[in-house]
């Protein structure tokens, strides 16, 4: 009976939902009143219908069944990175993003490391083709997932420097992706983009010029008259390319923006003639996050990784609430080991696969996400390419801009931060607490292009009620 239930019901078009809520509106207006424009030019309606879509719904490619739980460790004492490493495994992490600065003893962090259940990650502060091989020698003819995240580009935008120089950069880079092409070798960091204050579609149009740049000079696409290519067509079939992305707290949006790259890489993929699938490792924004009334910033990281995993990231990887003004500390890793354990094992994020598909309104932020994006980044394309468009300043100026324009909207009050510019809590007292310091540092360095800053919304008032404590 239950199958005839709804046999009842007329169906309702969208035409009839509107003519419903103009009638509702009592001579208000429809778009004034219920159309709402976001930073990144999209009109977002009041309801999302059926009618809205003229063809069925293409699948995203290389949506992951399943996501890992990732924990970040820095490698200062070998023996202590192995000890935090083994503890979170225990604790429920099936991923480790080891950062290093300088070159580490490889056979004492992994000491006794499940190296068969849990995926490894690098984020190296350094470019060293020896240490790469005594990484890969390390690793071969074992059951690892191994993600060594090289990104030069990543390091020029953040630093403002390439590792050595571009020649020998571009060299070391060759030398290893031409000897190892079946590894997961290059990455494609975007949360510094996210973090200085680019808004989305400037994020997904960065990232695919950023990969661009690094397709572009190993494979010569089918349409090249460049006579340049470092992989050839099985080599370059090989090729596995991991993006690093930052998830902020415009929920739905974040949640259409892993998609949208899926979709984006694929179309940039196919014109190479490389595998079109991506893997995205996601991890909170810091944008948003305060030094003022802290426990909120468990509450931002909690939707953004929800944001992050029903959008289909490999990985996730949580922000601890204190990361901004402590150093790392057993209790915030744990706290954020155990949002995503209970995101996974209690809230059964770990049930569906790909959850987002066919929902109306997620399904039409992807696509129009994706459409801006792409127009952008084929502007960029025509004025020379990213890199170009760094040394010009161009990319720098357009997120200084957009970030501009959403801290006028902290600093007016219309973006909310709890704690911070909205329900104070003048009571609070933060001197006494701060471990690291929490705001830009202005360090005078010699550099090659201006670096993209990264910097937190809430800065100059944190520094305003500091100085008055």
Known sequence: MSEFLFEEFDEVSAKQWKQQIQFDLKGADYNETLVWQSPEGVHVKPFYHQDDFDNEFSPIPGQPESWKIA??????????????????INRGANAI???????????VVFKDFPLENVSVYFNLKFLSEAFYTKLFKFF??????????????GNLTRTGNWFHNLKKDHEILESVIKKNTSLNLLSVDTTVYQNAGANIVQQLAYALSHVNEYLNHLINSEDSEANTEILNKEEAQNLNITFQLATGANYFFEIAKVRALRKLYKVLANEYGVKETCHIVSTPSKRNKTLYDYNVNLLRST???????????????NLPYDEIYHKSNEFGERISRN???????????????????????????????????????????????????????TIQKKIKESAEKEQQLFDSGELKLLGTNYHINKNDRMKED????????????????????????????????????
């Open 97 to 107: 993003i080891f950062t290093a600065d300088e070159d580490f003893d490889i056979k």
């Open 434 to 469: 701060i471990e690291l310091f929490p705001f830009v540092k202005h360090n005078p360095v010699k550099t090659l292009i201006v670096p993209i800053i990264q910097k937190r919304l809430a800065e100059k008032v944190e520094q305003e009620r500091l100085s008055n404590e």
């Open 71 to 88: 924990q970040k460790i820095f490698i200062d004492d070998e023996q202590i990175a192995n000890n935090i490493a083994i503890d979170a």
């Open 339 to 393: 949002q995503l354990l209970i995101l996974k094992n209690e809230s059964y994020f770990e049930s569906v696969s790909n959850p987002a598909d066919g929902t109306y309104y997620i399904e039409q932020l992807t696509t129009e996400l994706a459409e801006k994006a792409l127009k952008l980044f084929k502007d960029i394309e025509k004025n020379g390419g990213f890199l170009k468009q760094l040394k010009e300043e």
């Open 140 to 153: 071969a003819n074992k059951e690892a997932s191994v993600y060594y995240n090289i990104d030069i580009i």
């Open 303 to 317: 939707t953004e990784c929800m944001s992050a995993v029903l959008g289909g990231a490999d990985t996730v990887c």
